[in-house]
């Protein structure tokens, strides 16, 4: 174990943009302790000494001693409320932004356990002057750091499971304002996307306000995208949205075949399909093909909703029928329609002229696959 630094001395900041530094014995040390410490066994008989160890080193002048101790403060602290109050008083002191980071973690182990009292430390903490643990709309970049990032996890996950009153104002507070803080709503919504479709019914209404807060996104999108200078910065938060409902779709399940237990489908689509109608006010092919893929697996449980809007997306956005990976995934859509919806789209004005509309699209443009398809589609429509 490494000697206690000298009391009295000015803790250090890790320079390194990604917090390393180079392994020494002392280094290796302080992780064995946190280990043999969360063991019951060894606790017992010399959980004192392995304490007051780590305990030291929590106020070492050294900052990867204090950062490699932090992850134990919970076993130097016993009780929750000595544990929350001891990283709220260290947060308020803390000069190296990773060792901040690692303390946000901490806090954010008691998110479920004590939503009200995270809150409540979140919002003294942000209050402070100089504070780092809330980035400002003006102060936005383009790359978050793990700071920043764990701060919006604990934020994200208050308002959408408690509703606490600090988090979920600055929540919203960033998503009805996107274009000025498009890194923070992109990592806004990422943290979304594991409960947009959750299995556990218990869950049904955070999904409910997981889509409704993303919503707020949505009007300012489609303003921004009409301003030359702010398109840009309009279209990272809309292709960033819809390629968070298509993660969290069937689309995405079905494509890497994975066992993860999805949610209600008729919800699902019936809460995904009007934001991506929204999203889909910003024309570009990215988000476009987002939205294509989505809606043919949505479309098995809303199937008119579903084509309907595929064909919106499709007339309105003029250079994604000129991508290949456009009428690759358009035919696919059409085919899929027709063998499972075949009396719908063959008896049913609306789908009917969905279809051709869609398939007119690309046959303009002169896709050879898409003129095969309309001579056939011709024949069984006749």
Request: charged share 20%; with cysteine; proline share 7%.
């Amino acid at each position: 174990m490494p000697q206690p630094t000298p009391a009295g001395g000015q803790p250090g900041v890790n320079p390194d943009p990604y917090g390393s530094w180079s392994g020494t014995p002392e280094n290796a040390a302080l992780k064995p302790a946190h280990v043999l410490l969360a063991r019951p066994e060894w606790r017992q008989v010399h959980g004192e000494w392995l304490r007051g160890r780590l305990l030291n080193h929590l106020d070492s002048s050294r900052s990867v001693y204090r950062f490699l101790s932090t992850g134990a403060i919970s076993l130097i602290y016993t009780e929750p409320d000595e544990v929350l109050f001891q990283v709220e008083s260290r947060l308020t002191t803390e000069p190296d932004r990773h060792v901040a980071g690692a303390l946000i973690c901490v806090l954010g182990r008691h998110l479920h356990a004590r939503p009200s009292d995270v809150d409540l430390i979140l919002s003294r903490l942000a209050a402070r002057r100089g504070s780092p643990y809330l980035v400002d709309p003006g102060q936005d970049g383009p790359k978050f750091d793990t700071l920043a990032e764990a701060v919006v996890h604990c934020l994200t996950t208050l308002t959408v499971r408690y509703g606490t009153h600090f988090a979920d104002a600055t929540i919203r507070a960033r998503l009805s304002t996107p274009i000025d803080n498009t890194t923070t709503v992109a990592l806004i919504a990422g943290h979304l996307r594991g409960i947009l479709n959750p299995a556990d019914p218990s869950l049904r209404d955070a999904q409910r306000k997981a889509f409704d807060l993303l919503t707020l996104t949505l009007e300012p999108l489609r303003v921004a995208w009409a301003d030359s200078t702010q398109a840009e910065n309009a279209l990272t938060i809309a292709e960033g949205v819809a390629q968070e409902v298509y993660h969290a779709s069937v689309a995405f399940k079905a494509e890497l075949q994975s066992r993860r237990e999805l949610g209600d489908p008729e919800v699902f689509a019936s809460l995904a399909l009007p934001l991506l109608d929204g999203v889909g006010h910003v024309r570009y092919p990215a988000v476009t093909h987002h939205i294509i893929q989505t809606v043919e697996h949505l479309g098995d449980a809303q199937p008119k909703p579903a084509l309907l809007l595929a064909m919106r997306v499709i007339t309105e956005d003029s250079r994604y029928i000129t991508e290949s990976l456009g009428v690759d995934a358009v035919l696919k859509l059409i085919n899929r329609y027709i063998a499972d919806h075949r009396v719908l789209v063959l008896g049913d004005p609306e789908y009917t002229t969905a279809v051709r509309v869609l398939l007119e699209r690309f046959v303009r443009v002169g896709w050879p696959q898409a003129v095969q398809m309309a001579e056939r589609m011709d024949e069984l429509f006749h």
